[in-house]
């Protein structure tokens, strides 16, 4: 594989990344967390606070949804990524909201602090290299159907643009098991780290699609080294526009929070 700006250098560095006062990849833990996508003001607003208050440092929400079905939910659009900012600075949480589009870069831009390109999207050259060419890091989320090789490609096309602030983010793959949404693959967090400089971030919600697996894989891609996690979290669950079935309530991510400390520690000793 023809990796030349984000292939692994001889001193074996990685690449750190500062978003205003959060930095990923110094070995510090990073949780991404918030709805998957900003429905109400009053939404963004209490689940920003919440996280915040547990230790979360950047507040994730969707603003334009890639959904299945262009029936479901397509999310609030430019108006929900001023709330989310809003949100964002009201409780010093930087935010990350995905960009689905060439055409809504410098608007995401504007808003977001992390611009996400979301799995559906990774292989979407054009949107790559206009995220390229920005000054803000960019997610680049795996593809449900892309091999290692495939993901890290795809980030070397947004480093060859001029941007190399990237954070990988595993998010499961489709498989024959059909009992989880996806299967995560945490065999690609120590691999990918090895073979690339980039930070990998683990989203253990969309990786397996189910709230009861959220947990468990969290304190998992932990232990297998990754430099953060992307959890969903939504103030009433059962009542989210998306994605509710793997969405974390308050209570669950408390103790969610609780768990990863001390396996955090444990491995930096
Ligand atoms: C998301 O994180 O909002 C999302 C849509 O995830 P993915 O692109 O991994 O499906
Ligand atoms: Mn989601």
Redesign the pocket.
Known sequence: MELKLISKKEDYSSRIIKIKNVIIGDGSLVVIAGP?AVETRDQIFKTAEFVKSQGASIL?G?AF??RTSPYSFQGLGEEGLKLLKEAGEAYQLPVIS?VMDTREVSLLAEYADIL?I???NMQNYSLLKEVGKIKKPVML?RGMAATLEDWLLAAEYIASEGNEDIILCE?GIRTFEGYTRNTLDLSAVPLAKDISVLPVIV?PS?GTGLRQLIKPMSRAAIAAGADGL?IEVHPMPEGALSDGHQSLNFREFEDLMEQLTPIHQCLRK
């Open positions: 998957c994730r969707g949804k890639p995905e996400q979301g799995a559906r989320k998010r989203d969309h992307m």
